[in-house]
């Protein structure tokens, strides 16, 4: 892997994570509000249904290229191991700590969390609300890294074949798609399994993300791919089976190539030589933000309006902004914590630096 594509994937990762909380800005993006079919629709549009839903696969094709680049000849246990304590203890941790959130609300507001209301009391409901086995997170923003971590999985058994063939796997994952919901409870979001695949698949090939961000490539195929998943729209009706699916596939693919080619472009704006300051802290951000925003939500509500209250439009827009921020100053706090403590709020341990006497 290039130093440039090194950089770049800095860049995607601040860019990536942020928009996904736009999805998840309470009250929600499912939730009618001033940004979901109100006078601002188009901010909810383009922030969370495009940019936020995309980045989801966007990620997912950068975690397997750098699987492929980094990680491929590591034995599948040692992977299953280092993903675990890399992205699932932590998620394990953050779910716990959003369950014990929603339920201090009803015990100081006596509101019963909506959380609480999609679940009942048998055994494997809790489970799920806490771990995601067979069903959906209560903080669904984590079910997104359950299949993350399955999907790295995959790939790992997936390795001897992506290697051999690797034309064959990449047309897999193409058709993933059509299979539905059949990959469940294994996958309940085949997107994130095939974007996985195909980012393994480019790296396979030798085909780097500066490559593929040059604007002959990423803003030319780009457009031209997100013309024909409009035009296959238009066909959805006649071929429910088939136009629907590659009409989103053709659109996620291009807008990954259009978000490409932005980012590089930043890399040529700035300072090639320098990361992103907030880069190390988004994964901390991301498990942070929905009880966080939740809590600025509950404040907000109190003292300034509703999410049908043109007000929310600010509300909406810089939530996320103070979620990363404060990820970026838990992650530094961390530093000087315990390393239990480091592993089990963020995935990984680092050591303080403290100034030489000299």
Same mark, same amino acid.
């Given at each position: 892997m290039t130093p440039q594509d090194s950089r770049q994937i800095e860049y995607l990762r601040v860019f990536c994570i942020l928009a996904m909380m736009w999805v998840h800005v309470s009250p929600g993006i499912a939730?009618?509000?001033?940004?979901?079919?109100?006078? !601002?629709?188009?901010?909810?549009? !383009?922030?969370?249904?495009?940019?936020?839903?995309?980045?989801?696969?966007?990620?997912? !094709?950068?975690?397997?290229?750098?699987?492929?680049?980094?990680?491929?000849?590591?034995?599948?246990?040692?992977?299953?191991?280092?993903? !675990?304590?890399?992205?699932?203890?932590?998620?394990?941790?953050?779910?716990?700590?959003?369950?014990?959130?929603?339920?201090?609300?009803?015990?100081?507001?006596?509101?019963?969390?909506?959380?609480?209301?999609?679940?009942?009391?048998?055994?494997?409901?809790?489970?799920?609300?806490?771990?995601?086995?067979?069903?959906?997170?209560?903080? %669904?923003?984590?079910?997104?890294?359950?299949?993350l971590f399955v999907s790295t999985l995959l790939l790992r058994i997936l390795v001897p074949i992506l290697d051999r063939s690797p034309y064959a796997v990449i047309a897999i994952a193409l058709l993933m798609g059509v299979l539905g919901d059949r990959l469940q409870p294994l996958i309940f979001r085949d997107s994130i399994l095939q974007f996985v695949l195909l980012g393994a698949g480019m790296a396979r090939?030798?085909?780097?993300?500066?490559?593929?961000?040059?604007? %002959?490539?990423?803003?030319?195929?780009?457009?031209?791919?997100?013309?024909?998943?409009?035009?296959?729209?238009?066909?959805?009706?006649?071929?429910?089976?088939?136009?629907?699916?590659?009409?989103?596939?053709?659109?996620?693919v291009g807008t990954c190539l259009l978000v490409l080619s932005v980012s590089a472009t930043l890399i040529d704006a700035f300072d090639g030589s320098a990361h992103p300051r907030l880069g190390r802290a988004t994964f901390l951000a991301y498990l942070m933000h929905m009880p966080l925003i939740g809590i600025l939500w509950v404040v907000w509500q109190h003292f300034v309006g509703t999410e049908m209250d043109a007000s929310y439009l600010a509300f909406y827009l810089l939530a996320p902004v103070l979620a990363l921020i404060a990820g970026y100053l838990l992650d530094s706090l961390l530093d000087a914590a315990p390393p239990t403590m480091q592993l089990a709020l963020r995935g990984k341990v680092r050591t303080l630096r403290r100034p030489s006497p000299d």
């Open positions: 939730t009618p509000s001033i940004v979901s079919g109100g006078q !601002f629709a188009v901010v909810g549009l !383009f922030l969370g249904d495009t940019l936020g839903r995309v980045s989801v696969s966007l990620l997912s !094709f950068v975690s397997g290229y750098l699987f492929w680049v980094r990680a491929r000849s590591l034995p599948f246990l040692t992977v299953a191991w280092r993903r !675990f304590e890399s992205i699932l203890l932590p998620c394990l941790v953050w779910s716990a700590i959003y369950l014990i959130l929603a339920a201090s609300k009803m015990t100081f507001t006596g509101t019963v969390a909506s959380v609480f209301s999609r679940t009942d009391a048998a055994p494997m409901d809790a489970l799920n609300a806490w771990a995601g086995i067979t069903g959906p997170t209560a903080n %669904v923003s984590l079910f997104f890294i359950r299949d090939l030798g085909v780097s993300l500066t490559t593929l961000s040059r604007p %002959v490539i990423a803003l030319v195929a780009g457009s031209l791919f997100i013309l024909a998943g409009y035009g296959f729209a238009e066909g959805a009706a006649a071929h429910a089976a088939v136009y629907p699916y590659l009409s989103l596939l053709l659109r996620r």
